[in-house]
Nanobody
Framework: QVQLVESGGRLVQAGGSLRLSCAAR????????MGWFRQAPGKAREFVAA???SGGVTHATDSTISRDNAKNTVYLQMNSLKPEDTAVYYC??????????????????WGQGTQVTVSS
């Protein structure tokens, strides 16, 4: 079992930056793929970025994902934010390979989400 808690979401002006954090509780954090997804009102959940246990990363947006296994935490650094980045951002964990890494249904564990609002 892994419990995930996101933080760092807030209201920010366009062009600003945010770093989201996801703290995990569970012994197997370091072995899991960690992902960030987002969901805007009326839209489907979409992939943002993911990082495998080996450190390999993939991104769908202009963001940077990183992890600190010693702190059981994964981060999402977002710069040059735009109003269209407004969404609830979710952290996810699972034993996910490269083929399914962008698929939200492949992840087993989810946080409650953190709201990011970008004003124009």
């Amino acid at each position: 079992q892994v419990q995930l808690v996101e933080s760092g979401g807030r209201l920010v002006q366009a062009g600003g930056s945010l770093r989201l954090s996801c703290a995990a509780r569970g012994r197997t954090f370091s072995s899991y793929t960690m992902g960030w997804f987002r969901q805007a009102p009326g839209k489907a959940r979409e992939f943002v970025a993911a990082i495998r246990w080996s450190g390999g990363v993939t991104h769908a947006t202009d963001s940077t994902i990183s992890r600190d296994n010693a702190k059981n935490t994964v981060y999402l650094q977002m710069n040059s934010l735009k109003p269209e980045d407004t969404a609830v951002y979710y952290c996810a964990a699972g034993d996910v390979g490269w083929q399914a890494i962008t698929t939200w249904g492949a992840y087993d564990y989810w946080g409650q989400g953190t709201q990011v609002t970008v004003s124009s």
